[in-house]
Every structure is written in C-alpha cells, then in structure tokens.
C-alpha cells in the first residue's frame, strides 16, 4: 500500500509529459511547452495535476486535418494532362 502513491505519482507525470510533448506547439494550455515539462517535472503532484486538470476543462483540442485525397478525375491538373494526352493521340494518329 505504501508503494501505492508513488505508482500514481509516476503514472500521473508520465501521463501528463506524454500529452504535454503530442500537444501542436501553438496550444499547449497558455504556456510554452518547455515551462509546462519543467513545472511537471519540479512539482511533484501539483503540475501534472494541474495539466490533466486543464486538459479535461479545455476539452477536446482541434487539431488542423490533412486535406482529403483528390481523385484524379477531380484533380484540375489531372484533366489538362489528360486533355493534352488525347490531343497528342488525335495529332500523331491522323
């Protein structure tokens, strides 16, 4: 039992040092990074808790997606190619 809360301590800071490092750098929480690793790191309890804390009243963070494939019957680029393929097969087959 008195192995316990040392178990809890770690996982908490292993947790919140984890989720600090995965955060886009423009959002960690209002602080830099660097600050938020040194305060999980040098405050024991107190730092990790406050970023879980924080993590859970911020709700979920929207991270920018990767724009959709374009299929290549829609890709602009695509269709001038081809446009240009068929006009070089009308050309060279007269």
Do not use: C, F
């Not at 750098?25 to 804390?53: E, F, T």
């Not at 374009?70 to 446009?83: H, R, T």
């Amino acid at each position: 039992m008195r192995l316990l809360p040392v178990l809890l301590y770690i996982a908490m800071t292993v947790y919140a040092l984890a989720d600090v490092v995965q955060q886009p750098s423009d959002h960690p929480q209002h602080l830099p990074k660097a600050a938020w690793i040194l305060i999980i790191l040098l405050v024991p309890w107190v730092g990790a808790g406050a970023w879980i804390l924080l993590r859970m009243l911020g709700g979920p963070t929207q991270r920018p997606r990767p724009p959709a494939p374009i299929a290549p019957d829609d890709d602009p680029a695509y269709q001038v190619w081809l446009n240009e393929q068929q006009r070089r097969r009308r050309l060279g087959g007269e």
